[in-house]
């Protein structure tokens, strides 16, 4: 009894590993029929070297991808990306926050502010420069500028 038991589980693992490679038989006879499908007329010789010209053409468009990107990058820096605005009142006679200076730099932190100085008989505009050597709480700035700089390098 006990060898017709092992004969019967011997002859079910047989046909389950029969079924197994006879799977693993027709996905790579198909895999084969698609790869050669398109190139009925080459060899595999042919077909590898094709493959090897793509593959060196991908190498090289990676890297012009990634020396595009390097060059972005740097480009990004240099885009107007950290912006404040502080608003104030320099005339206590008027009322109201209506002067402002608006300070527009740069990833390393270069750029310009604008000041704008509103009173009764008119408004002047004016404009300065910063550089990211210089230090924001230079004296050629005054307490509103030097304000807008901070805010804006901050971000």
């Keep these: 009894m006990e060898s017709s038991l092992l004969l019967i589980v011997g002859m079910m693992l047989l046909v389950a590993w029969n079924v197994l490679l006879t799977l693993l038989y027709l996905k790579n006879k198909r895999f084969a029929k698609n790869f050669y499908s398109d190139s009925a007329k080459h060899n595999a010789q042919t077909l590898l070297e094709?493959?090897?010209?793509?593959?060196?053409m991908l190498e090289l468009d990676t890297k012009q991808l990634h020396e595009d990107k390097k060059k972005m990058t740097l480009q990004g820096k240099s885009h107007l990306q950290?912006?404040?605005l502080v608003r104030?009142?320099?005339?206590?006679?008027?009322?109201?926050?209506q002067s402002f200076v608006l300070a527009l730099l740069d990833a390393k932190g270069d750029g310009f502010v604008i000041t704008s100085l509103h009173s009764r008989e008119n408004t002047r505009v004016y404009a300065k420069r910063v550089l990211a050597k210089q230090e924001a709480e230079s004296t050629r700035f005054s307490r509103e500028e030097q304000d807008a700089i901070m805010q804006a390098m901050k971000q």
């Design 88 to 97: 104030y009142n320099p005339f206590h006679s008027t009322g109201g926050d």
């Design 82 to 84: 950290k912006i404040a």
């Design 50 to 56: 094709m493959l090897q010209k793509r593959l060196q």
